[in-house]
């Protein structure tokens, strides 16, 4: 019986067993985290916004190597992952996928104008948890967009890491996580909403966030529903910690409720987010590729 880890790979195009792709320990990659990913779902062999995903990979690659490696196929890597979900007996499963972009540059900083590296892709069985989080507020702040760019999935992402531990040491599922002037930004692992009556909040990018797919999906929606107001901004913790219902959101939770901040229960809408997710499925299957 298979487990829920990928037994094959793809290692830079071509299917191998996982125990068998190797790559060097001398270079970036290991020293430096120099490399960027994304992480999605697969629904019975059809992915959510692909195009948009591989969009942002593309962005990382021209970020880490300066233009010195050319943009990935997103046909190439629908057609690598349709063959690793198949051989992995997943084709007809829901699946979580991950795709790893890193530079294997030589010594210690340097430019290369034709610099080596590899792409992997991992599939695994995903069982979605819908339980409600808690929320604990974290000393550890997001990073400045003019330190590193936001909007990017890089591989070196340890305030995130450390924020989520910093949470779970207080026993929350995950970090509420601010900006260096105190605006609320984000949690550890996806985008933020809450609501009050019929208008909706999220942060906006100036709160240094990464902007999830799935959060600007919900963005693009609940902009079409008349009866809804949406509003990206600065807000403080007061803010969130008023609302009649929160929720988080990534491209492999897709939306999940927050039962509690801090020490606060957060009272849920259900009849809202019962709408809420029929209408993201509704979405959802308008942009399965």
């Known amino acids: 019986m298979m ?9 830079n195009g071509k299917i191998e067993r ?6 060097p320990v001398d270079h970036s ?9 994304e992480t999605f779902v697969a629904d019975s062999s059809r992915f959510f916004k692909l195009n948009e995903h591989v969009d942002r990979m593309n962005r990382g690659i021209e970020y880490l190597s300066r233009g010195a490696v050319k943009s990935l196929s997103a046909e190439r890597i629908r057609e690598n992952l349709l063959q690793l979900l198949k051989k992995n007996d997943l084709d007809q499963e829901t699946a979580r996928v991950r795709i790893q972009f890193s530079l294997m540059e030589k010594g210690g900083y340097s430019i290369s104008q034709n610099p080596d590296f590899f792409v992997f892709m991992t599939t695994s069985k995903l069982k979605r948890n819908r339980t409600p989080i808690h929320l604990k507020s974290v000393e550890t702040r997001v990073v400045p967009s003019n330190s590193r760019p936001a909007d990017l999935k890089l591989s070196n992402m340890l305030h995130y890491r450390h924020a989520w531990r910093e949470a779970n040491s207080m026993g929350a599922d995950d970090a509420l996580m601010l900006t260096q002037d105190d605006f609320i930004a984000e949690t550890s692992i996806g985008n933020l909403f809450w609501k009050k009556g019929n208008a909706i909040f999220t942060p906006s990018v100036e709160c240094d966030i990464l902007p999830g797919i799935t959060r600007n999906s ?4 609940l902009s079409q529903k008349d009866e809804i107001t ?12 008023s609302a009649d219902t929160v929720w988080m959101t990534n491209s492999v939770r897709e939306i999940q409720e927050v039962s509690k901040i801090d020490e606060k229960t957060v009272q849920t809408d259900q009849d809202f987010m019962d709408d ?14």
């Open 276 to 289: 809420l997710s029929g209408w993201f499925n509704d979405y959802k299957m308008k942009h399965l590729l």
């Open 3 to 11: 487990s829920n880890e990928s037994k094959f790979v793809v290692f």
């Open 218 to 221: 919900l963005v693009d929606l």
């Open 230 to 241: 949406i509003q990206e901004g600065r807000f403080d913790s007061s803010d969130i910690q």
């Open 29 to 37: 990659a290991i020293y430096y985290g120099t490399g960027c990913f």
């Open 18 to 23: 996982s125990d068998k792709a190797v790559i």
